[in-house]
Protein backbone atom coordinates (compact mmCIF):
# COMPACT_ATOMS: atom_id res chain seq x y z
CA UNK A 1 0.00 0.00 0.00
CA UNK A 2 0.95 3.20 -0.87
CA UNK A 3 1.06 6.26 1.19
CA UNK A 4 1.23 10.00 0.03
CA UNK A 5 3.33 12.17 2.60
CA UNK A 6 6.09 15.28 2.89
CA UNK A 7 9.16 14.95 2.55
CA UNK A 8 9.94 16.49 5.95
CA UNK A 9 7.58 13.30 7.11
CA UNK A 10 9.99 10.71 5.67
CA UNK A 11 11.87 8.45 7.73
CA UNK A 12 15.73 8.28 7.20
CA UNK A 13 16.73 5.84 4.39
CA UNK A 14 13.11 5.81 2.90
CA UNK A 15 12.89 5.66 -0.59
CA UNK A 16 9.53 7.59 -2.56
CA UNK A 17 8.30 9.13 -5.78
CA UNK A 18 7.66 12.76 -5.88
CA UNK A 19 4.17 13.22 -6.85
CA UNK A 20 3.34 16.90 -6.24
CA UNK A 21 5.46 20.08 -5.41
CA UNK A 22 3.62 22.31 -3.95
CA UNK A 23 4.54 26.00 -4.85
CA UNK A 24 5.20 28.48 -7.55
CA UNK A 25 6.95 28.57 -10.74
CA UNK A 26 10.12 29.57 -9.34
CA UNK A 27 10.62 27.54 -6.79
CA UNK A 28 9.61 24.37 -8.77
CA UNK A 29 12.10 25.59 -11.35
CA UNK A 30 14.87 26.18 -8.71
CA UNK A 31 13.97 22.83 -7.68
CA UNK A 32 14.04 21.39 -11.53
CA UNK A 33 17.34 22.40 -11.72
CA UNK A 34 18.61 20.45 -8.74
CA UNK A 35 17.04 17.29 -10.10
CA UNK A 36 14.01 17.53 -7.67
CA UNK A 37 11.18 17.23 -10.34
CA UNK A 38 7.89 15.24 -10.45
CA UNK A 39 8.11 11.76 -11.00
CA UNK A 40 11.88 11.51 -9.78
CA UNK A 41 12.36 9.11 -7.49
CA UNK A 42 14.48 9.93 -4.27
CA UNK A 43 15.94 8.78 -1.11
CA UNK A 44 15.72 11.12 2.25
CA UNK A 45 20.07 10.88 3.73
CA UNK A 46 19.47 12.78 6.82
CA UNK A 47 17.15 15.33 8.14
CA UNK A 48 18.60 18.44 10.40
CA UNK A 49 16.80 18.89 14.02
CA UNK A 50 15.03 22.08 14.82
CA UNK A 51 13.22 22.13 11.72
CA UNK A 52 16.89 21.94 9.73
CA UNK A 53 17.65 21.11 6.08
CA UNK A 54 17.02 17.64 4.50
CA UNK A 55 19.27 16.07 2.25
CA UNK A 56 17.99 13.71 -0.34
CA UNK A 57 19.62 11.74 -2.52
CA UNK A 58 17.84 12.27 -6.86
CA UNK A 59 19.86 10.07 -9.34
CA UNK A 60 23.42 10.75 -8.87
CA UNK A 61 23.30 13.76 -6.98
CA UNK A 62 22.79 14.63 -3.00
CA UNK A 63 21.05 17.78 -2.26
CA UNK A 64 20.25 20.06 1.01
CA UNK A 65 16.19 21.36 0.65
CA UNK A 66 15.26 23.55 3.56
CA UNK A 67 12.89 22.75 5.42
CA UNK A 68 9.89 25.16 3.94
CA UNK A 69 10.36 23.82 1.04
CA UNK A 70 10.70 19.92 1.84
CA UNK A 71 7.27 20.31 3.78
CA UNK A 72 5.85 21.43 -0.11
CA UNK A 73 7.01 18.58 -1.41
CA UNK A 74 4.45 15.52 -1.73
CA UNK A 75 5.85 12.25 -1.84
CA UNK A 76 4.38 9.02 -2.34
CA UNK A 77 6.38 5.92 -0.30
CA UNK A 78 5.47 2.47 0.02
CA UNK A 79 4.06 1.14 3.80
CA UNK A 80 5.83 -1.17 5.58
CA UNK A 81 8.54 -1.21 3.23
CA UNK A 82 12.13 -2.15 5.09
CA UNK A 83 14.64 0.89 5.55
CA UNK A 84 17.56 -0.27 4.52
CA UNK A 85 20.00 3.10 4.93
CA UNK A 86 23.10 1.55 3.31
CA UNK A 87 21.72 0.42 0.02
CA UNK A 88 21.76 2.51 -2.96
CA UNK A 89 19.73 0.27 -4.91
CA UNK A 90 16.98 0.28 -2.38
Not at 33 to 56: C, D, F, H, T, Y
Request: proline share 1%; glycine share 14%; aromatic share 4%.
Amino acid sequence: MWKRIFLVQMEIGERGRIIEIQGGARMSLRLENLGIRVGEEIKKISQQAMRGPAVVEAGKSQVAIGFGIASRILVEVEEGKEINENSSNG
